[in-house]
Structures are given as C-alpha cells and as structure tokens.
Nanobody
Framework: QVQLVESGGGLVQAGGSLRLSCTASGSRFSIIAMGWYRQAPGKQRELVATTTSGGSTNYADSVKGRFTISRDNAKNTMYLQMNSLKPEDTAVYYC?????????????????WGQGTQVTVSS
C-alpha cells in the first residue's frame, strides 16, 4: 500500500497564492508519475497538472502560466504552486500517484489517490 497525504489548502482572496503538497509513503514502491486533480461542486474531477519521474510536465489550459507543478524525488513529495488564483479555481484538490510496487514477488503498477484538500478562492 502507498499512502498519499495532501496539505496546504485553505481560503484565499482572488489574486492570491497557495502551495499544495503531497507526500507519498509506503514500502517497496517507486513513483512513475504524479498529478493534481480537482473537483468543484457539481462537476466532474478534472486534471490540473501532472509530472513524470523523468521531469516532464503537463497542465490544463485553465491553469497554464499560473500554476507550477514540481517534485522532490528524494522526499517522494509533489508540490503545486498556485498563483493568481481565481474564484473558479475553488475545488477539492486531489493528489494522484501512478506507482510500481512489489506485491509478493511480482512487480505491479497501481494508482493511488489522496484524501483531498479544499481550496477556496473568494472574489
């Protein structure tokens, strides 16, 4: 099992900034890719940004130029720096990790989700 713990959400005024963190813990695993997703009330969960172990990144068009995803591989931690926040960024933000891990003697690939952290941007 791999556990993902998010932190850093909160209430901020429009134009402000927040930094989210997600730390992965467990045994006998390596991270293939990690990403941030968000879900606003009444809407489907959507991709915000992803990053691979090789360092490539991908962003939703709605956050390009405002959000930056990064990783500290030594700490198994991923960050999302969110600047110039808008009320439409209000959502629960979820961390996702795509990992390879040993299940007995077999190497398997699995996906995990964090519990989510609330981000609220007031106008």
């Amino acid at each position: 099992q791999v556990q993902l713990v998010e932190s850093g959400g909160g209430l901020v005024q429009a134009g402000g900034s927040l930094r989210l963190s997600c730390t992965a813990s467990g045994s006998r695993f390596s991270i293939i890719a990690m990403g941030w997703y968000r879900q606003a009330p009444g809407k489907q969960r959507e991709l915000v940004a992803t990053t691979t172990s090789g360092g490539s990144t991908n962003y939703a068009d709605s956050v390009k130029g405002r959000f930056t995803i990064s990783r500290d591989n030594a700490k198994n931690t991923m960050y999302l720096q969110m600047n110039s926040l808008k009320p439409e960024d209000t959502a629960v933000y979820y961390c996702n990790a795509d990992v390879s891990q040993y299940s007995g003697e077999y190497l398997v690939r699995r996906g995990y989700w964090g519990q989510g952290t609330q981000v609220t941007v007031s106008s």
